[in-house]
C-alpha cells in the first residue's frame, strides 16, 4: 500500500497563497502546478484562510452563488453588446 504524502503546514499555507493570488489561472491549475488536488487546496483553504487573510473562507454556498452570478454577467454582456451592434445597424439604415 503506497504511503500517504505529508505537507508541512507552511507548504499548505504556501499553496493556500498561491491560489488566493493565482490571477487568470483556475484553481484546477494551481493545484496541479504544485502536484496536489483541487479538492484538497479548498480544505487547505478552508483552514487557513482566516489566519491568512484575515476573514473565513466563503461557503460553498457563495462560491456558488458567485460562479452563478458570473455567468449572469456574461450573458448580460453578450445581449448589450448584440444590442450596440444592432442599434449601429439601424442608425445606419436611418440616415
Excluded: C
Aim: proline share 1%; charged share 40%.
Amino acid at each position: 500500500m503506497a504511503k500517504r504524502k505529508q505537507y508541512t503546514e507552511e507548504f499548505k499555507k504556501d499553496a493556500v497563497r498561491l491560489m488566493l493570488a493565482r490571477g487568470t489561472r483556475t484553481v484546477d491549475e494551481v493545484a496541479a502546478g504544485i502536484g496536489v488536488s483541487q479538492s484538497m487546496l479548498y480544505r487547505w483553504h478552508q483552514r487557513f484562510s482566516m489566519e491568512l487573510t484575515g476573514r473565513p473562507a466563503a461557503t460553498e454556498q457563495e462560491r456558488e452563488d458567485v460562479e452563478r452570478l458570473r455567468r449572469r454577467l456574461r450573458e448580460l454582456e453578450q445581449e448589450n453588446s448584440l444590442l450596440k451592434k444592432a442599434a449601429a445597424l439601424f442608425a445606419k439604415e436611418v440616415k
